[in-house]
């Protein structure tokens, strides 16, 4: 076993699909949130277990959308997920098509599902459409339900397919039996690799963990005590007992890396002249808000002398952006209550902004 330099673990190698991942290359598409699952431990929020697609952050009204995405991130290939995209295949097949036929083969598919809907028919669909990997995360901790057990008897039709094959699961403290019984069962069908997940919690998982005993590791993370640990085992395990590889993915690869690769190859697609683009790929710039928004453009390019080509109106948030060094000097010419910022923002679809400071 290796700690990678992403923050995380490997044995053997790391799967196709979560190379380009880690680089920030991978364009997330999340075909749908219906799931024919119930995991306790389910982080999707309650809009996001809607039928609803994306690309990244960005909704999709039709393909366009995803292409464009993908364009903006220079991505070299996606992870497809959901909920389950098996439940609406049709569409998931419509997606992996349009993204091999924009961007060539060699963009690299990988799609995540439970198995369940994984029949003869919808598996032989995704693999015509060029999908290149699936990764099974069937119920492995109801194993008495028919769920689990439909899951594990789809999951050896995928074998009849040339595409890389591995399982996905959450460490789930305790847990740990379970897993290798799941490693042990890929191993035998001639797998490639077992994906292991810190377990982490979100809004809406939180009080199903806490119920459970499971605790956060500090205030600042949201993984999962005891979680690494329980993974660490089954990889030191898998080792010896397996040939499968295993790759033991945290909270802090997805946060610290992963993300921050991907901000960063979008920030320089999307980086207005008057942005600067920080190390973690965030956007950097002033802004100047006042009630009357067309009043204050022309005082600042009338009376204060400022270079159009410096300014941005931006009438959906409310504010004029522009350069921090320019917001710096009007901020001192300037009187009455026209408030300036340095605000710092995600470059992704929905601009979430994370940090904003006062120009006083
Ligand atoms: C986010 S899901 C997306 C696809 C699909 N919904 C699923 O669960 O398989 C991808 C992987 O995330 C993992 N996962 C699910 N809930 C998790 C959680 N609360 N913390 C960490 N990983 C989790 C599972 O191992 C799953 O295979
Ligand atoms: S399979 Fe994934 S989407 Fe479905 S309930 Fe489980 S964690 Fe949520």
Redesign the pocket.
Same mark, same amino acid.
């Given at each position: 076993m290796k700690e990678t330099k992403y923050h995380s673990y490997v044995v053997g190698e790391l799967p196709e699909g979560c190379k380009l991942c880690v680089n920030g290359a991978k364009l997330v598409l999340f075909t749908t949130g219906i !799931?024919p699952?119930e !995991?306790f =431990? !389910? *982080? +999707?929020s309650p809009w996001r277990r809607e039928d609803v697609s994306y690309a990244n952050e960005r909704p999709i009204k039709n393909v366009n959308d995803i292409i464009e995405e993908a364009k903006i991130q220079e991505a070299l290939g996606a992870g497809v %997920? #959901? #909920?389950?995209p098996l439940s609406r295949i049709d569409r998931t097949v419509k997606y992996i098509r349009t993204l091999k036929e924009n961007f060539g083969k060699r963009f690299h598919i990988h799609l =995540? %599902? %439970?198995g369940l809907l994984a029949t003869k028919e919808n598996l032989e669909k995704l693999y015509n459409a060029g999908l290149d990997e699936i990764?099974f995360?069937p119920d492995i901790f109801n194993p008495n339900s028919n769920i689990f057990q439909k899951e594990i008897e789809n999951i050896k039709g995928a074998f009849d397919f040339e595409w890389d094959i591995g399982g996905?699961? *959450?460490a789930v403290p305790g847990q740990e039996e379970r897993i290798k019984w799941y490693a042990e069962f890929l191993d035998k069908q001639g797998a490639k690799f077992l994906? &292991?997940?810190? +377990?982490?919690?979100?809004e809406t998982?939180l009080d199903a963990l806490l119920s459970r005993g499971l605790r956060t590791v500090s205030d600042e993370s949201s993984a &999962?005590k005891g979680s690494l640990k329980s993974g660490l085992t089954i990889l030191e395990w898998g080792e010896k007992n397996t040939s499968l590889n295993y790759h033991l993915c945290t909270?802090k690869l997805k946060d610290a890396i992963q993300l921050k690769n991907r901000l960063k190859r979008m920030a320089k697609n999307v980086a207005r002249p008057y942005m600067e683009i920080t190390q973690d790929g965030t956007l950097k710039f002033a802004v100047a808000e006042y009630e009357n928004l067309m009043e204050l453009y022309d005082l600042l390019v009338n009376d204060a002398k400022v270079p159009e080509e410096w300014l941005y109106l931006n009438l959906k948030k409310r504010r004029i952006e522009m350069p921090i060094e320019v917001a710096e000097e009007l901020v001192d010419a300037i009187e009455g209550d026209v408030k300036f910022y340095v605000v710092e923002e995600y470059p992704t679809w929905d601009r979430i902004e994370v940090e904003r400071i006062p120009l006083l």
């Open positions: !799931c699952r !995991c =431990y !389910c *982080p +999707l %997920t #959901g #909920g389950d =995540y %599902t %439970t990764r995360h996905e699961v *959450p994906n &292991i997940n810190e +377990l982490e919690f979100s998982n &999962i909270a």
